[in-house]
């Protein structure tokens, strides 16, 4: 049973790492779903707990700012802000360095992923 839950533990992590299953309809939203249920399925976890391992306030907290992103994204104030970084550099290096500043602020209060 240990070679089961670490075989579908490397095979999540795997998938979350990368990012996608290729040839596969599978994201890591999925791959994560799929984990947890296989970690039900094979005994490793019980239902119950499964369900005392999901903590609601960080869910909360994450669908949040994604919808703030997608709006953000929407709205266009990420191409705001690229146009911005863009329009303003004139080296290599200061364009880096402006892509950094902004990327690191705005991932301090955004969804890594988004930004």
Same mark, same amino acid.
């Given at each position: 049973?240990?070679?089961?839950? $670490? =075989?579908?533990?490397?095979?999540?992590?795997? +998938? !979350? &790492?990368?990012? *996608? %299953?290729? /040839?596969?309809?599978?994201?890591?939203?999925?791959?994560?779903?799929?984990?947890?249920?296989?970690?039900?399925?094979?005994?490793?976890?019980?239902?119950?707990?499964?369900?005392?391992?999901?903590?609601?306030?960080? $869910? =909360?907290?994450?669908?949040?700012?994604?919808? +703030? !992103? &997608?709006?953000? *994204? %929407?709205? /266009?104030?990420?191409?705001?802000?690229?146009?911005?970084?863009?329009?303003?550099?004139?080296?290599?290096?200061?364009?880096?360095?402006?892509?950094?500043?902004?990327?690191?602020?705005?991932?301090?209060?955004?969804?890594?992923?988004?930004?």
């Amino acid at each position: 049973m240990a070679i089961a839950v $670490l =075989a579908i533990f490397a095979a999540t992590y795997s +998938v !979350v &790492a990368f990012g *996608r %299953v290729p /040839g596969l309809w599978l994201d890591r939203v999925g791959a994560a779903l799929i984990g947890a249920a296989l970690m039900v399925a094979s005994g490793a976890l019980t239902p119950a707990e499964a369900y005392r391992a999901i903590d609601l306030n960080t $869910l =909360a907290l994450l669908l949040g700012m994604m919808i +703030v !992103v &997608a709006n953000l *994204r %929407v709205s /266009g104030f990420f191409a705001l802000s690229n146009g911005f970084i863009v329009r303003h550099t004139r080296h290599p290096l200061t364009l880096l360095a402006g892509i950094a500043i902004v990327g690191g602020g705005l991932s301090a209060f955004l969804v890594n992923d988004a930004v």
